[in-house]
């Protein structure tokens, strides 16, 4: 079957005949854009020619399909998420491309579910470039704590001051000027907001389309490689629609994150199965039972490869499974892609402080402070800390008891540290250990210290705590330190009780007894009737 397609180095070879003589690939009619079959040869660049049509699109009639087939389903099953109505509705360029803008930094890393509340404060709170670019990081911090990557939000922020203060208020319009002149916009990104924006005609490549283009074509090669990338980059602008550019990018996302998922994928449910190398692979796999039980033969579409097939002259394709990831029938499509190899979080441990001090109405304040403006966290409010290096877990205590003296004005006892407990927080590459101590500032006389050697610090009720630009971490934190706190207060009732009913005890006790007493004397002394 595997002869029934022209190799990938003669699909180059008709795509530049055609361009000669102005005929459209694929059709046998005159071309009605030269731009468009340049395009077509420029997106076969860097695909090297030994690696078999099976990973590839040969076929125009089917790359067509494919775009009519996904953009059916995306009109009529997209989910209604509040940056795509701005996308479409939004009349004016700048801030239609703003609204997208803040929706792909928002959604990196992080699920919709947990970015559409955040989303819909902040384009409340800044609903235009102008109004961003005039916010305080502090309120940028405030708004984006719990998002998680705060760098994030720092870096959108930074780009709408560029855009207002070095570009007139107008965001640059193509991929290739927004990726060069915005802080923390990638290739990615640009691209998305290119296209959903100002329609450019640019694919997109996320781990949603990986995945995607991984199983429709068959691809097990490790998708972080480099040269893999460049692969899913060339397939990606050789399917988006030239018509629908934004449109066919976020379909391809859609279908990644609803359908084709990375575990129990809706293969039934998905548009274009028909041309998913993968799911022909388990379809191949049941029909071979059936013929083997019926003799009935399957039936294939013409432009579907067996997996199996894909063996160039060389039986090494960079492109296909390892050797030692052999196909797993009960994985099915999941198969692909393949699964990259996790590196291993670094472990750090951290001693923490909560201090705490009555204010004026009898309420808990808490001292927090501000960490560096660069690095994890950046920015962002916490508990006096101190990451514990090696050798100072045993003596963490005495150790952080040093290290809060700067705090509280004076020296801290290693008695009055109370061990709250454990959080353990995963970050993206630091599977991080607080260990929870508690301090009443009450006992000293110290309070907040502002030499310019500190970082900046302010006390804070529980409410302005939960206000502030404090990262998931610091509530856990501060929860742990609240159900510690209930359970000791809970004790104390306890033992008072207990002490209370010890101490009556010796009362009751002789009162008893005095009442016995007494009641002997009255039986011995009261008259006796006479017999």
């Keep these: 079957m595997l002869s029934a397609f022209p190799s990938l180095a003669m699909s180059k070879i008709r795509l530049a005949t055609c361009s000669k003589q102005g005929i459209q690939h694929g059709t046998g009619k005159p071309q009605k854009s030269p731009r468009k079959s340049e395009d077509s040869i420029r997106l076969y660049k860097g695909v090297p020619s030994q690696e078999s049509s099976l990973h590839t699109f040969s076929s125009a009639v089917e790359i067509e399909l494919f775009r009519k087939r996904l953009l059916a389903w995306y009109n009529n099953c997209k989910r209604d998420l509040p940056w795509r109505k701005l996308a479409t509705t939004e009349a004016d360029a700048d801030r239609r491309a703003y609204a997208v803008w803040v929706s792909e930094i928002m959604l990196q890393q992080t699920q919709v579910a947990s970015v559409i509340n955040y989303y819909n404060r902040w384009m409340q709170k800044w609903p ?10 502090e309120e940028v911090n405030e708004l984006w704590a719990g998002l998680g990557y705060y760098s994030r939000g720092k870096r959108l922020q930074e780009g709408a001051r560029k855009i207002v203060s070095e570009m007139a208020g107008h965001m640059p319009r193509t991929a290739e000027e ?32 990986i995945r995607v283009l991984c199983r429709v074509r068959a691809i097990g090669a490790d998708p972080t490689n480099s040269a893999v990338t460049d692969r899913f980059w060339a397939l990606s602008h050789m399917l988006v629609d030239p018509a629908h550019p934004g449109d066919f990018n976020q379909a391809m996302m859609e279908l990644g994150a609803t359908v084709c998922t990375p575990r129990a994928p809706l293969c039934m449910k998905c548009p274009v199965r028909q041309h998913c190398r993968a799911h022909h692979r388990v379809e191949k796999e049941l029909e071979d039972s059936a013929k083997r039980l019926t003799g009935r033969s399957a039936s294939k579409c013409s432009w579907v490869l067996d997996v199996e097939e894909c063996a160039n002259p060389a039986g090494n394709c960079s492109l296909c499974l390892p050797p030692s990831e052999l196909w797993d029938p009960s994985l099915g499509v999941a198969n692909f892609p393949r699964k990259a190899a996790k590196k291993q979080p670094r472990i750090e441990s951290t001693a923490i402080c909560v201090l705490q001090r009555k204010c004026h109405e009898d309420k808990p304040e808490y001292l927090i402070v501000q960490r560096p403006s660069t690095g994890l966290l950046a920015g962002l409010w916490e508990f006096p800390s101190l990451l514990l290096g090696p050798g100072q877990e045993k003596q963490q205590k005495a150790t952080m008891a040093n290290h809060l ?3 509280v004005g004076s020296d801290v006892a290693v008695g009055h540290l109370q061990h709250v407990g454990e959080v353990l927080h995963i970050f993206s590459h630091i599977r991080q250990t607080y260990i929870i101590y508690f301090l009443n500032l009450d006992k000293y006389e110290g309070n907040c210290k502002t030499e310019a050697t500190l970082p900046p610090c302010r006390w804070v009720t529980k409410a302005e705590f939960q206000n502030s630009a404090v990262s998931t971490a610091m509530k856990k934190v501060l929860k742990a330190y609240e159900k510690w706190s209930s359970t000791i207060r809970v004790s104390k009732v306890a033992k008072r009780k207990r002490d209370s009913l010890c101490a009556s005890k010796p009362v009751l006790e002789a009162e008893s007894s005095s009442s016995k007493r007494q009641l002997s004397l009255d039986l011995f002394l009261a008259p006796h009737p006479k017999s």
């Design 178 to 209: 927004l990726q060069k002149l915005l802080p923390g916009v990638g290739k990615y990104t640009a691209g998305a907001i290119a296209s959903i924006a100002f329609g450019q005609v640019t694919g997109v490549v996320d781990g949603n389309v």
């Design 128 to 137: 235009t470039l102008q109004d961003l670019a005039g916010a305080s990081l």
């Design 405 to 407: 003296r700067a705090w």
